[in-house]
Every structure is written in C-alpha cells, then in structure tokens.
C-alpha cells in the first residue's frame, strides 16, 4: 500500500508533467515548457516506487486525454479509446528505460531519448499511424532549433529535448537523492551513474548535442536566401461542418456561390493559382452530369470554367471524385487542377485516407462498422502521387503537389513529392469537424516540419482555418486573420508569393527515417538484452 506521502508526491509530480507539457503545445505555445515538462515524471521513474508503470499510464492518459479534448466534436468514443491508445505509450517508455538502465547499466540520459523516439516512430506507423503531439512539435516556432529536420526529421528535435529533461532529472538525482542509495542494493546508484563507465558523458554529451543543433540552425538560417514562387490565392469559406455532412441542394448551391463570390474578390489581381480546400466543390467534376443526373454537379462544372476565365487564374479544388466501372464505382477525395482557359488539366486523389473517417477498416468482414464512418459511402484511396505544373503570368513553370487533409502530417508522402522534383506543395484541408480547438493550431504546426524536412515552400488553404504560407526555413510568414484578430472560423482570402529556395534533396529527403529506425534499433537491442541478461546470469 502506499502511504499518504508517497500518493501526495506521485500526483504532486505526475500533475506538474501533465501540466507543463500540455502547455508545449498549441494553443498555449509555450514551447519552452517542453525543455523540462517531463523532468517531474523523470524523477518519479528514477526513484522507482510503487506502481510507476501505472503512475507513468495515468500521466500519458490524462496528458492525451486533455490534448485530445477536440475529438469530442465528432465522437467521445474515439476520444476516450484515442488517449488510452496513446498512453500505453507512456507506460512502455517507463518499461523500456527502467529495463536499460537497471538490467544493462546504461545511462538515462542516452536511453530516454532512444527509446522516446522509438516510440514516437512506432505510433506514427502502428494502426494507420498518429503522428501527433511528438516532443519535436513544440519548437516550430523556435526556426534555429528546428532547421535539423532536413538530416533527422522531427525526431532529432524530439531527441534533443528528452535528452535535456533526462540530464535535468539525472542531474537532481544525482544531487539530491544519491546520498540514499547503496553501491550494492539501491537503484538510485545505478540511475544516478556511480555504476557505468558514462557518467562523464553523461555531463558532457547532453550539452553538446544542445549546442550542435544550435549552431547548425543559425548557420543554415544565416545563408539562407529564399525567391519569390507564385502569387497564390488561398480561399477560406468557413462552411460549418453540419451543412458539409448533410447538406440540402439548396445549401450545396449556398456553398458553391461562397467560395465563388470570395475568389473573384481577387480579379484583377495578377493571380497565378486559386486554391480552394478539401472537399469544397460540392458536385463531382470529373464526369459527364448527365450520368449523376444531379443539377449540382452540372452546376459546379459550369462555376469553376467561368471562375478561371474571369480570373484569368488557374485553379486547384478539392472535391469528391467518381469512377465508374461496369460494376462498380468508386469515390475519391481529391484534387483538381484546372488551366486559366477553364480546362481540368489534371487530378489528384489521396493516398492516406483516415480510417473509421474516409473508410471503414474490415469492412468486408464487419459490415457493421460501416456506420461509424461519416460519409454515406466509403472512399477509396489514391494509387500514387501526381506532379502538377503551373505555368504563371510572367511565362514561369513550376511544378508541385498537393496533399489532402492530415496527409501532411505523414513525412513519407511529402517526401516522396519532393523526390518527383516539386517546387512546392499546397495543403487543402476542411478541420472544420473540430470547430474553433486547438486542433486548428496543432495541425498547422505540424506542417512546418514538413517545410523544412524538405526544403520546400508550402501554402495550405482550410474551409474553417488556418489557411497560412510556410517558407522553406519553417517561418509561418502569413496567415488569414481578420480585423479582430482572429484565424479560426472566419471566411476570407489569403494573397502572397510561395516562398521557395534553390536546393538539392535534403539528406532527409533522400534517406527518410533512418534516424528514428536507428534509434528503435537501439531500443529494441537494449530490451532484448535486458531479458537475455536475467536468462544467463
């Protein structure tokens, strides 16, 4: 049993964690948190008492739980079994490196952030993946500290920071709880380093690694010289997701004349490309109307032909897709690329769908679950990227992609784009499912990761918020706001210039995620070790 003592200690630190790491994050952005937020929980692994693989569980749910306070838009299940997901995390974090460093003597300051980032990895990955709220997130604001994207990913700016609240943790107990422990008996004398051969690094490493990635981002930042791309134009109609789900004919004919009547605010202007987000076009573009029967199909089809000959612009729409085949047909969430003559040029439909949100998995075997799905029928996934071209007002080519939705939050899918040889890469999204949260932030943060892995300008136009351009460098340098400052639910265009830079591949762009396979490697070296250590000895 635990006393009084020990349970009021547990919270006591379990509650600063929780607290200070959810504040890293958007919307409080106080990024700086991340450098020590988990110290607390640190110290409660490293003193090692009662129960702290289900103390470390509790931290990881009500930390997710409170960060994922946004799902409860569209469904409290999905909230609910989320964070348990994602907490379990937490616990095999405190599993592995109490492992590492009781069974093999290695020091805290180079486990955690091994196994760290493994874990991060595999969740990225495991069911689809979940590649949010990584340790890494919290510095997007900070451009010295992140500009290591482009040789590690996002993982080497999650290293970096648990690497520094291991050392903070260490370097307490090293102070402060030492005297307690027992050359023979007490685990803190094996966290603490009196038994490994490292402990020396242990003091020198840490700030070496802080300092090194310093000095990389300032260096890259200081010759960095980014040129003018297109002038974009990105549109934010601010459509309400309950009319997106459901709507009568007459509120697709309201939306349609929306993000009309807000592109032709720019006529006139010398706009090279008008981009609309997810699933705004509210007919199919890409087959006859007289197939679907459905006035709003034909009447979409008419709306963006006059829209790029008004404009003299050329036009890239998200939309729903339809192919037909003798006895099937599929839909697609897609893309469309259209020339200043009003021609559909070309189409992209999304790879990464969002399972139980644009398709139902075992469908087939549970037919069931298809009602948990929001959309009256499922989507199918896209085969392959597609290399768009854009020829502008002044006679340029360049080419780019596009992603679709939280497929900027997958590095493999940009990176692939950016191995096709693109100039830069749009965003269109519809988080309007999430109102006005803070998943509107979080989302946006992500995608600056995504810049600079690739060394890439981006541009991302959002039904409900925030449409934004990221240079190259990871620099938010615009964004749609209105006269009260706002970004969330508020409608509008955004005019600028892509930003872009002239660069080979990034060594991440060329080589992906080796960083974080090395450091799972690792990590799947030391658990392994661990057990076959108490096997023969």
Known sequence: MLRNKEIIQITGLSFLTILFFCLSFPPADLG??????????????????????????????????????????????AWLLLSLYCALYFLCFAFCIRRAVLKLKLPIV????????????????????????????????????????????????????IMVNAYIAWLIAHCFLKEKGNEKNDEIALWVGRKHEF????????????????????????????????????????????????????????????????????????????????????????????????????LSQLTVVQLAQELNANLLLGGISLVLSEDDQR???????????????????????????????????FPFLAKLVPYSVGLSPGKA?????????????????????????????????????????????NDGWFHDSAELEQHLAIMVFRAVENRTGMARAANTGISAFVSPDGNIYSKLTDSEGRQKEISGVLL??????????TYYTLYGDWFPLVCL?????MVLSSFFKRLYT
């Open 110 to 161: 180079f486990v955690a952030p091994c196994v760290w980032i493994a874990l991060e990895y595999i969740r990225s990955y495991l069911f689809s993946g979940f590649p949010w709220f990584f340790a890494g997130h919290t510095q997007y604001r900070c451009l010295p500290v992140i500009q290591i994207c482009d040789i590690t990913g996002v993982s080497g700016v999650s290293f970096i920071i």
């Open 331 to 365: 839909y697609f969430n897609s893309v469309y690329f259209y020339g200043i003559n009003g021609k559909l040029l070309d189409r992209y439909d999304k790879i990464h769908l969002v399972p139980f949100g644009e398709f139902t998995p075992l469908k087939k075997y």
């Open 521 to 525: 490697t690792v990590t799947g070296g």
């Open 199 to 298: 402990i020396y690094l242990s003091y020198i490493l840490p700030p070496l690694f802080v300092i090194g990635a310093l000095w990389y981002g300032v260096h890259w930042l200081k010759g960095y010289k980014p040129y003018d791309g297109p002038v974009v134009c990105l549109v934010q109609g601010n459509i309400p997701q309950d009319v997106k789900a459901a709507p009568s004919e007459e509120e697709e004919v309201d939306t349609l004349r929306k993000y009309y009547d807000l592109s032709v605010r720019v006529k006139g202007e010398p706009v090279d490309i008008v981009v609309w987000p997810e699933t705004m076009v509210p007919g199919i573009l890409n087959i006859n109307p007289d197939l679907t029967g459905r006035k709003i199909d034909y």
């Open 496 to 505: 600028n210039r892509i930003k872009l830079v002239k660069s080979d591949n």
């Open 32 to 77: 700086y948190f991340a450098w020590f937020a988990l110290v607390p929980w640190f110290i409660l692994i490293i003193r090692g008492k009662k129960h702290v693989l289900l103390s470390s569980y509790l931290v990881g749910l009500l930390f997710f739980f409170t960060e994922l306070s946004w799902l409860r838009h569209v469904t409290y299940a």
């Open 385 to 429: 990227p597609t290399l768009f071209h854009l020829k502008t007002l002044q006679n340029q080519t360049f080419r780019f992609g596009a992603s679709i939705c939280y497929e900027d939050t997958v590095p493999a899918l940009l990176r692939n784009l950016k191995k096709q040889g693109v100039d830069f890469i749009f965003n269109v999204t």
